[in-house]
């Protein structure tokens, strides 16, 4: 009576056979000039018996009809009964049987009823016959549950419906189907036990391995026991695991047994609980395969990949190597200062190949951090032969000013001693000839090769830590020579390549965004910075950099001057945080240039003096010393420094002669020093002004045309003056506005940062702020730091007032851990 009661809301079995094999029993039984004559081949328990029930029951010549089930039990001379039985042309003979043992008479009796129609093979069912039949029974079962329960049992006909049975009706709660994977594995492990021991073993090691680490089927034994596991739902035809039953094989394993399995098989999967417990094993064979499952789980779950190296360095794996790939990692989802604690140790304590990793990964995150000095130096530690290290580190020594690592590079490349030329190689090549073909003018080619190394590393798919982008570089080198469009092009076919992985799209889509406002494209450049808001990996500080040195070009452009006060308030700093370098001239520009509008010089000064220098340092090349040229100009205006705007206007009319930028920036800078515009110079003007916006430079010639529209002593010169400028840019007059595009102050925050600031609006700590997003506290109270700074936030009060300002409380407050 209990189990009656138990079992009474029990929802009914369902009945499962592929639309193929109904399709055929269909189209057989409908032929009633002739008798039914059928083979029907599945699995143990694929539903073989209750298929030859239904059938028997609509079968019309049932009297000379046979039905035999489980044929493979046959005897030969049984077969041969049945063999001579259809030599009667009215004789109908329908007969069930699993896929082996077939005899050579029980094949050819199978040969014979083929011959009116083909063998119903009912051993698997996809998800569209498990839907069918669901609806068919009036059950409730969720499609997407169907999928998974197909999926982890392949699509095996017995397995299905077990784990069909264990998951029941109505509403899943369990949407990782854990406790169906238990129940059902019960089961599978009791017919693993009923095996021939000799069986079991074999279908055990095939459930481990992957499909190039089956046994070899050549051997008789082993053929028979993998076509037994196959027989009896265990393995797919060939021997091929089933995932459910991997699982459970993996479950129940004894741990030696299967770490000796692991070590000499490439197991494809390895389920976390296993993972887990044998993480308490010391065993190098288990450590070297745990880590081996984490580098394939690291390309698509960084989460797993974690419990995965964990377990690896607890079974005894070598701790700086499972630093270096935690490191990548942390590199790979942007978390830059993670991955330069991970390496920290590693770099003073890894030799080989790892220490070379950890150099480039520390050389890098000291990049991002914006100390490129720093970076130069990382390179530097490891004298040996290892090209990516050398050349990356000559590039970081060229972006502070030293081009000596880089020109004895290209002399060690010219001289042919580069080694195998793969597309990385040639990508770093190319980008070293450009830059030090940059130093000399004609630059000989130098944005082309520079170019070409872009579009090379994006070939090469590389997705490593790089001091900085070579598509960055090109683009920066297309910026030096005003051809503001190749620049967005580069950067844009750099996007389009995904160009240096994940952890650069927020660097390319930055500085694409000051392309674009340079442009006068304003609505191009605040939908980049909101993908860059939209993004889940964190900005580094050279990105914070850039990102606020494009709000500045913005708010210069398109808003007012109170706008440009309340940003530069909480801007300013930037400059203090980072380390000037070549690499970072035109972010740094726009500070240099927003200053003296704030009468704010000072703060900028050794930005400035330390970009002169870096440039003196590289012998003051025109490609790239033209445009900080042209900044200290506007800096020297803005200042009303009369002897500085004298400098800088001799400076330019020097190199006028030498490119076409140069010329438009002199031709400029005369003009805008003239105390007077006299009647006729309107035309003159105009033209020097449509010079300047041809270099990408719209604004600034607008702003040229409305001066000198109000120095005019002509009143219809003035007037044409200020008309022209507005077609060169609609928000040329000081202190205008343009209601078409706006930066608010959600702007200033992230989306990871105002994640962090609702959080510490919470009251969270930095471990639990780092915990709750998958962060390190570390990298939690850099973040916050960040935030006090952009808010310009001069107490912990203070900065809570702000944020409820910006992203708002839940809860209405915040206690008094809160950013602790």
């Known amino acids: 009576m209990a189990l009656a009661a138990m079992s009474a809301d029990l929802p009914p079995s369902l009945l499962l056979w592929p639309q193929l094999a109904l399709a055929h029993v269909e189209e057989e039984l409908s032929a009633e000039t002739r008798p039914a004559r059928l083979v029907v081949v599945g699995a143990a328990g694929s539903g073989k018996s209750p298929l030859l029930d239904e059938i028997a029951l609509r079968v019309t010549h049932v009297e000379h009809t046979l039905f035999v089930d489980d044929a493979h039990l046959?005897?030969?001379d049984q077969v041969r009964v049945l063999d001579r039985h259809l030599d009667?042309?009215?004789?109908?003979?329908?007969?069930?049987?699993?896929?082996?043992?077939?005899?050579?008479?029980?094949?050819?009796?199978?040969r014979r009823i083929e011959q009116s129609r083909p063998a119903l093979a009912v051993g698997q069912v996809d998800t569209e016959d498990v839907v069918r039949a669901?609806?068919?029974?009036?059950?409730?079962?969720?499609?997407?549950?169907?999928?998974?329960?197909?999926?982890?049992?392949?699509?095996?006909?017995?397995?299905?419906?077990?784990?069909?049975?264990a998951h029941g009706d109505g509403y899943c709660s369990d949407p990782s189907h854990e406790r169906i994977i238990r129940a059902v594995g019960e089961v599978i492990a009791l017919r693993i036990d009923t095996l021939e021991p000799s069986v079991a073993a074999v279908v055990r090691r095939a459930s481990l391995g992957g499909d190039e680490d089956l046994p070899a089927a050549s051997d008789e034994a082993v053929a028979t026991a993998l076509a037994i596991g196959h027989a009896e739902g265990l393995l797919l035809r060939g021997g091929r695991p089933v995932p459910i039953v991997r699982t459970t094989v993996t479950r129940t394993t004894p741990v030696s047994q299967l770490i000796e399995a692991m070590d000499t098989s490439a197991i494809p999967s390895l389920d976390a609980e296993v993972a887990s417990s044998l993480g308490h094993h010391v065993d190098a064979r288990l450590a070297r395969v745990l880590q081996a499952h984490a580098d394939q789980a690291a390309t698509h779950d960084l989460g797993r990949a974690t419990e995965l190296y964990d377990a690896a360095l607890a079974a005894g794996a070598d701790p700086n190597r499972i630093a270096l790939r935690k490191a990548r990692m942390a590199w790979d989802r942007g978390d830059i200062d993670e991955a330069a604690s991970l390496v920290d140790e590693v770099a003073l304590s890894a030799t080989g190949d790892d220490h070379s990793e950890a150099l480039r990964i520390l050389g890098s995150a000291w990049s991002a951090r914006g100390f490129l000095r720093a970076s130069a130096m990382t390179y530097r530690a490891q004298p040996g032969d290892d090209f990516l290290l050398h050349a990356q580190g000559a590039v970081a020594s060229f972006g502070t000013g030293d081009p000596a690592p880089l020109l004895a590079a290209v002399e060690r490349l010219n001289a042919g001693t580069g080694g195998v030329p793969t597309t990385l190689r040639v990508a770093h090549a190319k980008l070293m000839r450009g830059l030090a073909a940059s130093l000399s003018w004609p630059s000989g080619g130098a944005f082309d090769e520079l170019v070409r190394a872009s579009e090379t590393y994006g070939d090469s798919a590389e997705d490593g830590p790089v001091p900085e982008l070579p598509a960055v570089i090109a683009a920066i080198g297309a910026i030096n020579l005003g051809e503001l469009q190749t620049a967005a092009t580069l950067l844009g076919d750099a996007l389009m390549d995904d160009h240096g992985g994940p952890w650069a799209r927020s660097r390319l889509l930055l500085w694409a965004a000051w392309v674009a406002v340079h442009r006068q494209h304003?609505?191009?450049?605040?939908?980049?910075?909101?993908?860059?808001?939209a993004s889940f990996?964190?900005?580094?500080?050279?990105?914070?950099?850039?990102?606020?040195?494009?709000?500045?070009?913005?708010?210069?452009?398109?808003?007012?001057?109170?706008?440009?006060?309340a940003l530069w308030m909480r801007v300013r700093d930037d400059v203090r945080h980072v380390e000037p370098d070549l690499f970072l001239l035109h972010p740094l520009r726009e500070f240099i240039e927003t200053a003296p509008v704030f009468d704010d010089s000072e703060r900028v000064a050794p930005a400035l003096d330390a970009l002169n220098g870096i440039l003196h340092g590289l012998g003051n090349p025109l490609m790239w010393s033209v445009p900080l040229t042209w900044s200290s100009f506007q800096r020297a205006l803005l200042a009303r420094?009369?002897?500085?705007?004298?400098?800088?206007?001799?400076a330019l009319a020097t190199v006028a002669r030498e490119s076409r930028l140069a010329g438009a920036l002199s031709a400029a800078a005369t003009e805008w020093s003239r105390n007077r515009v006299d009647e006729g110079a309107a035309e003159r003007v105009e033209d020097v002004a449509s010079r300047l916006a041809e270099m990408g430079l719209g604004w600034e010639g607008a702003r040229l045309a409305i001066a000198l529209s109000e120095r005019s002593?002509?009143?219809?010169?003035?007037?044409?003056?200020?008309?022209?400028a507005r077609t060169l840019h609609p928000n040329a007059a000081p202190g205008t506005t343009s209601d078409d595009v706006a930066l608010g102050d959600s702007g200033l925050l992230s989306a990871r940062e105002r994640e962090v600031a609702a959080l510490v609006l919470s009251g969270m700590t930095y471990a639990e702020i780092g915990e709750a997003i998958f962060m390190s506290p570390r990298t939690a109270e850099h973040h916050i730091a960040r935030i006090r700074r952009r808010l310009g936030a001069t107490s912990r009060t203070d900065l809570i007032a702000k944020l409820q300002a910006i992203v708002g409380t839940e809860e209405g407050g915040a206690d008094s851990t809160a950013g602790r």
């Open 641 to 650: 420094d009369s002897h500085s705007q004298a400098q800088t206007v001799r």
């Open 88 to 110: 009667d042309p009215g004789a109908g003979l329908i007969i069930g049987c699993r896929p082996w043992p077939w005899t050579p008479a029980l094949t050819a009796l199978i």
């Open 134 to 165: 669901v609806e068919r029974a009036g059950r409730s079962i969720d499609t997407g549950c169907i999928g998974a329960i197909v999926r982890m049992s392949a699509s095996v006909t017995w397995l299905v419906q077990q784990a069909l049975a």
């Open 522 to 533: 304003p609505e191009e450049s605040v939908a980049r910075l909101a993908d860059v808001d």
């Open 74 to 76: 046959l005897t030969d």
């Open 537 to 565: 990996l964190p900005l580094s500080s050279r990105e914070i950099l850039i990102r606020d040195a494009v709000m500045l070009a913005h708010v210069r452009r398109y808003g007012s001057i109170d706008e440009l006060r």
């Open 713 to 724: 002593r002509d009143r219809r010169t003035g007037t044409r003056l200020a008309a022209f």
